[in-house]
């Protein structure tokens, strides 16, 4: 069974927000003379700022972020932001692999940034609401 699709658009905006709130001021995340100097093809957004809007969607498709039981992803792709007001998206689906006897189901994610999977080995677990 596969889940409704969501999408979450990210801006430079959101990245300077998100350094602030973690802390991570590396000049990738919001230089673009500094990200294609280190052979970036411009500004990326965090990975765990990726990681947290998959968390997002996993939560709202749980129900509840307490019905998370387990999530993890792995980066495979760097989510690039242009100088836009528009910036980019992430589009996050997932579908279901086993609901458990025990009330838990396993979901695979896949997160994709113009059309790249930029996540791989996404998994969540979540407890199901009865």
């Not at 809007?53 to 792995?74: E, H, I, K, T, Y």
Request: charged share 25%.
């Amino acid at each position: 069974m596969e889940l409704p699709v969501q999408t979450y658009r990210v801006t430079r905006a959101d990245l300077v927000r998100y350094a602030g709130a973690s802390g991570d001021f590396n000049p990738i995340h919001w230089s673009d003379r500094t990200a294609t100097g280190v052979g970036l093809p411009g500004v990326i957004a965090h990975g765990m700022f990726t990681m947290a809007l998959v968390g997002r969607a996993v939560a709202g498709w749980a129900g509840s972020p307490d019905a998370v039981v387990d999530f993890g992803v792995r980066f495979t792709r760097p989510v690039v932001v242009p100088d836009t007001d528009e910036g980019t998206e992430i589009e996050v689906a997932a579908v279901v692999k086993e609901v458990t006897e025990d009330g838990l189901t396993r979901l695979d994610i896949t997160a994709t940034c113009r059309g790249e999977k930029v996540l791989s080995q996404a998994r969540a677990l979540v407890r199901t609401t009865r």
